[in-house]
């Protein structure tokens, strides 16, 4: 067990708890009546995912109607992530946080899977690129080195969180790459106030079309939360195939974005015949104590 998987205790999880798997189309060959998603399986227990998964364990659904299974083997080749830092003026007595925050997903995600490849953004008054995206850990690593947050910067002041509108605009950025594996990870202090203007309908739209989960840690760093936004990511996420973690402890954020980083590296490719169309999918696992997440939309 990692050592971030093993602080699980002391996060607060919103949703269907720690669990939950990055699920999206996949793009690799197959016959016009197979569809593929990608799916975690997860021991509900210790919070790790499970290992050795096979056709056999799984069931799938389309729009309640079952659906034969081809191939489950693990998901191989890199994974495209857009990590959002929140960069408000929450974070002004939390620099060294922000910015370890950063480097430790950094190193997190490129050892568990090779080749990845990170744009690393800020939202403190507006979502914007800090560097394209990069498979150099190092230069990535040196970039969030640099993070503050924006009131701190000469000519800022009141930096308000858009991490909606970075989410919007992350998702298109990563429509745009070659990977079929598209994440976006964002860590946010709950009081920063939200300047976003942007609609629920528009985030939803966007990580559908462009196949990609949102993943997230709030830090509950006291006072009243931006409610509009709270309420957005906790419907948001587990639909796209993502997970949000709560921590009360600033200490802890660094700890659970590598536990997001260990859970969207461990995922099974699941390749299964469709007849039709088909709007929702559903995966169960055949064993007591461990579940499967994916999005809940179904491939195209």
Known sequence: MTTAIKKVAFWSVTGLGLLLALGATAGA???SDEKQILVTVMNL?????????????????????????????????PVSVVLLADTTDTMKIYQNELKATAKGFIAAMMAKVPGSSISLWQFGGAGVPVTQFLTDAAALTEEAGKLRPRDVVSGVSAAGSNLLEGVVDGAKALGKRT?????????????????????????????????VAWYGVSFA???????????????????????????????????????????????YLVTYKRSGSAKEVAVEVKAEGARAFHARWAPK
């Open 45 to 77: 227990k210790t919070g790790n995912p499970i290992p050795g998964v096979t056709a056999a364990n799984l069931g799938i659904k389309e729009d309640g109607k079952d659906r034969e299974i081809v191939k489950v083997e693990p998901a191989s080749g």
């Open 29 to 31: 060959r197959q016959s």
């Open 179 to 211: 990977e079929t594996r598209r994440a976006i990870v964002s860590f946010n202090t709950l009081t920063a106030s939200e300047g976003s203007k942007v609609q629920k309908s528009n985030v939803v739209s966007e990580l559908q079309k462009n196949g």
């Open 221 to 267: 760093d006291g006072g009243t939360a931006s409610g509009m936004r709270d309420s957005l990511m906790s419907e948001v996420m587990p639909m796209s195939g993502g997970i949000r973690l709560n921590v009360s402890d600033v200490a802890r954020i660094e700890g659970a974005v590598k536990a997001l980083a260990d859970i969207i590296g461990s995922q």
